[in-house]
């Protein structure tokens, strides 16, 4: 009895769902949902080109230099690189004295403890040491920057979707909302006249819902200014701070990238040798292929004696 009841509240419940599929099916399709602005107005990355691209890339070291300086003028003082050592920046070409004196010289401190006293101090930061937050905390870094956070930079080339034209496009991104139209002509105010950015946030159509809480960081030609003499344009000093990150994410990209043609040589020549050896092994091999049962001349004999011995025909 007590199956048969739960049979029944089963095969009820299995109903309500199949009814409640149903009914909600038939709405999507009546009434579909409308999309908001940044489906129709957010654009994909633009191609950075930088060096460190396909399969082959390979690190520029002057432009890796510059992006580390668009950093440390530009970006540090919002954003940290909590993964990254100063000690490493002797792949990018510094000198063991230069990276001691960019570490000794970096502008905010590395938190520490007061040997005398025990309570917290700031010290000059040492190669070993990691670069140091400009924020003490997530929340001291959310009220300097109107409840928004800005994220460690480390990783930010593997944590979004194609990481180095991400981070390009949006540093130079940045445009007045105003009239501005996608790629089909459309203005964006007027097909959503309640898309406007709020107070407090920026326009910027590479960002995922199309206003971002950080202001533009690099907002004229010449604002850093390179020791190499290369000139400091927007889109200059956007790629090579995409660049920079792209090696802070992965330092070892071109140790991997040389593995991997390492391996692919090995694996096509290993493969051309067992092709080989097969041919020569079995060049002179041949396969005797016999002929069983009914095909078998030695049955057939057979089968045609005992035929003949019972007088039957064929």
């Not at 917290?120 to 300097?144: G, H, Q, W």
């Not at 105003?178 to 790629?183: D, E, I, L």
């Not at 971002?212 to 020791?227: E, K, L, W």
């Not at 390492?262 to 005797?288: G, Q, S």
């Amino acid at each position: 009895m007590v199956r048969i009841i739960g049979f029944f509240v089963g095969l009820g419940f299995v109903g309500v769902l199949l009814i409640s599929l149903v009914v909600n099916g038939v709405d999507y399709f009546r009434n579909p949902p409308e999309h908001a602005a940044y489906y129709y107005f957010h654009k994909d990355p633009r191609e950075a080109e930088l060096p460190s691209d396909g399969m082959a890339g390979k690190f520029d070291r002057q432009q890796l230099q510059r992006g580390f300086q668009v950093y440390k003028e530009v970006c540090a003082a919002c954003h940290s690189l909590k993964y990254v050592s100063f000690y490493q920046l002797a792949d990018l070409g510094y000198s063991e004295a230069e990276v001691k004196a960019i570490a000794n010289q970096w502008a905010i401190e590395v938190p520490s403890v007061n040997p005398d006293t025990g309570e917290a101090a700031t010290r000059k930061a040492l190669v070993s040491d990691r670069f140091p937050s400009p924020y003490a905390n997530e929340t001291a870094a959310r009220a300097a920057n109107n409840n928004a956070y800005p994220p460690d930079l480390s990783l930010i080339t593997e944590a979004r979707h194609d990481g180095a034209n991400y981070v390009y496009s949006l540093l130079t991104g940045y445009v007045d909302q105003a009239g501005y139209k996608n790629s089909e002509g459309k203005e964006l105010l007027k097909e959503f006249p309640d898309a406007a950015t709020p107070p407090g946030l920026y326009f910027n159509p590479y960002f995922a819902n199309l206003n971002i809480a950080m202001p533009a960081p690099i907002v004229s030609d010449g604002q850093v200014t390179y020791a190499d003499g290369t000139k400091a344009t927007k889109d200059q000093m956007a790629k090579d701070v995409a660049a920079f990150l792209v090696w802070t994410a992965e330092p070892t990209l071109e140790n991997r990238h040389r593995t991997g043609w390492a391996v692919i040589i090995f694996l096509l020549i290993a493969t051309v040798l067992a092709y080989l050896a097969y041919r020569n092994i079995w060049a002179n091999a041949k396969r005797e292929v016999g002929a069983h049962g009914p095909l078998d001349p030695d049955y057939r004999e057979r089968m045609d004696e005992q035929k003949a011995e019972r007088g039957i025909a064929g």
